[in-house]
């Protein structure tokens, strides 16, 4: 298998399910998962997320300048939850999802439910994708588990923030097993759960763990037949392994239920590929 046609089901596949590989695929080194102790900076000598907002916030031009303070000014004066919304779309609109993720959890403070705080969680987790300085990363973490630790505790039946605060455990290598440990328990009572098996399977393919990985796909399609993205991911998996054969099958699989026409044209055109 060459390393072009690597390449290229992997660019296919980040195509197609964009949004699930940048929201669920963790975001560790190529072949492997963290690992307790690595590369991660102590909790204690972690920046703080306003830290970095005040640092940014003297980059402004003054006119955003001044419209940023009026907006914050504004929110911290009401007392409505809403109102950190305009500050949120300010950092949206600066392409700043980490900042706007501060202010989410704002909202939550003032909002106090468990999806308030799983979606500020959600932002935190969201951006770790799309910060460009390293130096964040460990705070990013920090706040998303904050946040999916103060959703559980408001409500204990959220799974979702279970299996996302599992995610952050695992990925900024404090704690891995812990996470893995958290997986397992939601396992027990919601198997059946799509995400939890996407993230196990995502783990498995960042430990180059190819048999895992066709397990956990395979599980989502029983799961959730509806779920075709799947198929690209078994590909990718079986190609991984050399397994062309299997890799075809996939890719005909999800070209024979798939409605974007711009996807089918790719798959079909790359299966041709694999045959020659």
Known sequence: MTLARKTQIGLLITAVVLFVLLFLAPKTQPG???????????????ASIETFITMATKSLKPEEKSNYDALLASAKVSKVDTAFVPVVQFWDKQKRPDFAAYFVEQIAERNQSSLAYSKAGDRYYYSVRFTKDNNEIPALYQSAVRCYEKAIAKDAKNIDAKIQLAACFVEDGKDPMKGIGLLREVEKTDSNNVKLQLTFAFFSVKSQQWDKAIK??????????????????????????????????????????????????EVLKYIEQLKK
């Open 32 to 46: 492997k998962l963290a690992t307790k102790g690595s590369e991660s900076t102590p909790a204690e000598t972690v």
């Open 216 to 265: 956990r796909f395979n599980k989502v399609l029983v799961i959730d037949p509806l779920y075709i993205e799947a198929y690209l991911h078994l590909a990718d998996a079986y190609e991984q392994q050399g397994q062309t054969n299997k890799t075809i099958e996939m890719l005909e699989k999800y070209a024979s239920v798939t409605d974007d026409a711009m996807a089918k044209k």
